[in-house]
């Protein structure tokens, strides 16, 4: 009896011993997988980076070096575009509605549009050779009249049928006076030729050049009418 007793008891803690082995095993193979799931995760996920890619839109030539004979005396100044944050950033946004935007995550502009279309104009303006001089507005920059706005919408609209939008509103003050001597509001949805981010640029582009050149032949229907001595 004493000696089956004793074998029970041997076989019990031979196979406690076993039990304790093979989740011990166990554990450590679960350790193992997760390790290795965790090194490949990170592996695939610096293999799969997506790089970013920047748009910028279509800017003129310099300036000519001389002034057109009928160029205005006067110097330009034009202040930045006042415009909600999400224009303010460097990223495409897009929506099919008022109520909801997004922006893509690796589809980028070169600045953010307010700056873009403050840079195409400038440019735009210099290259005309239609005044003294074009500047941005600097505190310590002195000129005749300034150039302001507000950048609306800038944004692309989803649907049936793609479209970039571009919305905003420019008034030209004169310094000397200070008062507001002209103003020109400017909507327009431009159709997008394809379904990829850059046929989308290429319909921003387009409205930018619409919206600048009404800009320009405004100014100058305002100075042909107000002559400047």
């Known amino acids: 009896m004493i000696q089956a007793r004793g074998a029970i008891k041997t076989s019990w803690a031979e196979r406690e011993l076993a039990e304790r082995a093979r989740v011990a095993g166990v554990a450590a193979g679960k350790i193992l997988v997760s390790a290795l799931v965790v090194v490949i995760t990170f592996l695939t996920g610096c293999g799969a980076a997506r790089p970013s890619k920047y748009y910028q839109l279509t800017v003129p030539a310099n300036a000519p070096s001389v002034e057109n004979a009928d160029a205005v005396p006067v110097t330009l100044l034009l202040a930045g575009l006042m415009t909600s944050h999400l224009y303010r950033e460097d990223r495409i946004v897009y929506g099919n509605g008022p ?54 919408d800038f944004k692309e609209l989803t649907g049936s049928q793609i479209s970039a939008r571009v919305t905003l509103d420019l008034e030209m003050r004169d310094l000397n006076t200070g008062g507001t001597v002209w103003t020109h509001y400017y909507t327009h949805d431009e159709p997008v030729n394809g379904k990829d981010v850059p046929a989308v640029v290429a319909a921003f582009d387009r409205n930018v050049q619409r919206a600048v050149t009404e800009v320009v032949a405004g100014l100058d229907r305002y100075f042909a009418s107000h002559p400047v001595k």
Do not use: C, H
């Open 99 to 152: 109520e909801q935007l997004g922006t893509y995550e690796f589809e980028r502009w070169a600045e953010p549009p307010a700056e873009l279309i403050q840079g195409v104009l400038l440019r735009q303006l210099r290259a005309s050779g239609r005044y003294r001089a074009v500047y941005y507005r600097r505190s310590n920059m002195k000129g005749d009249f300034a150039l302001r706005g507000r950048l609306y």
